[in-house]
């Protein structure tokens, strides 16, 4: 009996010791290696040895080993599915509060406000009401002074269309604030404010309007919509409002809750119907000086370069068009192509991604009519003038030089306003805190009444700064609440608890040598190959100061790095070769490019751009 009880014992022992082991033994030890299941760079082995000190670090297990194991022990992107799996298959909850589970196949984003949008607590005053009118009267009125007309579209959440499939909500309004901000505008001023959510609701009774598995509207959705604007800004002699003739086809798609609760393929690609225009009069044409003026005045202002657009119409010789927009409008990926159909209408018409009209490019695109476009979550955008060209410089801080996470932190720093205009809290001007490159919500006000003019000073104080576990670096920048980041940028690194203070270079810049890209790349699949790069800057570059090479998909950085080895210094006019190591083109992918970064300040230098038509790789 003895005897049983210790083999039993011995075996328990064994099985308990390979559960343990087994995983370590599969820890992932390659840099900078994403992850297939969330789709992110997984962290890299902590540097042991203090630079300065030569000493080990003594902190090293709480803040820099204990991040590691836990985004590399063995086994890890199988448990992550796994939980993601449990969580919405079984118990259907989602393990991301950024997703909620609604009913009938659902899901809805939660950020933003998105459901006090549905339950009537989205936050909208009538100082709101008030300042979105006079915001809204001064980009009309500057706009009519050079003969062009102001469109404002409205575009409803999903939350708003959908608040019936949202669980957990007991009651949901029907009059939501994109309805009220419509009807306070079309009451109290003569803008020709656009609204398609009544006519979305009449749609979605005959088919599906918005994606189930995505935030967006589907392309039948963007299709009535169009309808809608279209029946509404009909007063030119040049304008036919007579809707194009589509066609529709079936088609799927992989939506972004997917990856946001825990990997690309969680939920099933979800049906749609495609509309696709029956006989296109426009295409598209390029334009590198415009398009260098658009990138120049519109950068900083949730502005995405890849997505700008310039159509031409060939059957028609008048009217030029141009539309700043956000996700909703960007059909990028081809789900909905509303900008190409409004373009059926024009002669020339120009989509930029961004919240902000800017005076430069109203002059050089001389637009007939101009369409902003905001989502409803983000209907605050609408309140505030956009300060034209914002600067300032840092001009002393004493950031403590150790900083422990999860403690809390006073200190002080001094900003000047190198920029043309004032600064008030009236117009939204914050400091503000980013961690690991996210905005935390921590942010400095100024005092109500106060005044910062163009060359003083002012001091604000950080209260109860607490930096979170797992920062690897923290940075000051300035913010007009609700348009955009601007000015010097500040980055500390942190090693440990020391937080050290990561110099910009000042001019940094390259250009590619030479590349071995392949010609053909099939979405999912990996691919090694190398590019040369040579420094035509005027300062080294190393794995010190955090430079790196760096590959955008669809105008996004999705995490890829080729690092500097550790001690290699790379001086100006010095060529070096980046080994390109298991990239993968992600689904949906139509074009990527290399850049160069100083990781947490800036991306920099020559953009090499590359076409994807289906799995063929064309060089632009």
Do not use: C
């Amino acid at each position: 009996m003895g005897s049983i009880r210790k083999a039993v014992n011995l075996i328990m022992s064994i099985i308990f010791a390979l559960f343990v082991l087994i995983p370590l033994l599969n820890t992932n030890l390659v840099a900078e290696k994403k992850s297939d299941a969330e789709n992110r760079v997984l962290k890299s082995f902590p540097k042991i040895i203090d630079t300065e000190t030569g000493k080990i670090k003594t902190s090293i297990i709480r803040n820099e080993f204990e991040p590691w194991i836990n985004d590399n022990i063995g086994f890890r992107d199988l448990f992550v599915k796994l939980n993601s799996s449990i969580s919405v298959k079984i118990f259907k909850t989602s393990p991301n509060e950024r997703v909620r589970v609604g009913k009938n196949g659902w899901y809805f984003y939660t950020l933003d406000h998105n459901i006090e949008i549905a339950n009537g607590t989205f936050p909208l005053t009538t100082e709101d009401l008030l300042q979105i009118k006079e915001a809204q009267e001064t980009i009309q009125q500057g706009l009519a002074k050079k003969g062009i007309e102001y469109v404002l579209v409205l575009v409803p959440s999903k939350t708003s269309v959908y608040s019936d499939e949202i669980a957990d909500i007991l009651n949901y309004v029907e009059e939501t604030p994109i309805d009220i901000v419509t009807n306070y505008l079309r009451e109290h001023t003569t803008i020709n404010a656009i609204n398609p959510k009544g006519d979305l609701i009449d749609a979605k009774k005959k088919g599906l309007v918005y994606l189930k598995t995505d935030t967006h509207w589907n392309s039948e959705g963007a299709y009535v919509a169009y309808n809608s604007i279209i029946s509404r800004i009909s007063n030119y002699s040049f304008f036919n409002n007579k809707s194009v003739n589509v066609v529709k086809e079936d088609a799927t798609l992989k939506g972004e809750f997917s990856n946001m609760m825990g990997y690309v393929d969680l939920l099933p690609p979800e049906y749609f119907l495609r509309v696709k225009i029956k006989t296109p009069n426009t295409h598209l044409y390029n334009n590198k000086e415009l398009l260098a003026i658009i990138e120049k005045y519109q950068e900083g202002h949730n502005f995405v370069l890849s997505s700008t657009k310039f159509l031409l119409n060939d059957n028609i010789h008048k009217g030029n068009l141009l539309i700043l927009g956000d996700s909703f409008f960007d059909d990028t990926n081809k789900r909905f192509i509303i900008v190409e159909l409004l373009a059926e209408h024009f002669q020339k018409t120009f989509f930029i991604r961004s919240n902000y009209i800017s005076n430069e490019v109203i002059s050089e695109i001389k637009p007939d009519i101009v369409i902003f476009e905001r989502t409803e979550r983000y209907i605050h955008d609408l309140l505030r003038i956009p300060l034209q060209k914002p600067s300032y410089q840092i001009v002393k801080h004493n950031t403590p030089a150790k900083i422990i996470p999860g403690r809390k932190y006073s200190f002080n720093v001094t900003v000047k306003n190198t920029g043309t205009e004032n600064w008030s809290d009236s117009n939204n001007i914050k400091f503000s805190v980013l961690q690991n490159g996210k905005d935390v919500g921590f942010k400095a006000l100024l005092p109500q009444g106060k005044m910062i003019k163009p060359g003083d000073e002012y001091t604000f104080k950080l209260k109860d700064l607490i930096i979170l576990e797992d920062t690897d670096n923290f940075e000051y920048l300035m913010l007009q609440e609700g348009v955009n980041y601007f000015g010097e940028r500040k980055v500390f690194e942190m090693e440990g608890t020391v937080a050290k203070e990561l110099l910009p270079l000042k001019n940094p810049s390259f250009g590619i040598v030479s590349h071995d890209t392949p010609t053909i790349m099939i979405p999912g699949n990996k691919y090694s190959f190398n590019v040369t790069v040579k420094n035509t800057g005027t300062e080294s570059w190393s794995e010190a100061n955090n430079i790196k090479f760096t590959i955008f998909q669809n105008g996004k950085d999705v995490g890829f790095r080729a690092l500097l080895p550790k001690g290699i210094k790379i001086k100006p006019g010095d060529e070096y070769t980046f080994n390109i190591k298991d990239l993968i083109i992600l689904e949906d992918t139509n074009n990527f490019w290399y850049s160069m970064l100083q990781e947490w300040v800036k991306y920099f230098g020559d953009i090499k751009k590359f076409k994807i038509d289906k799995t063929i790789i064309t060089e632009l």
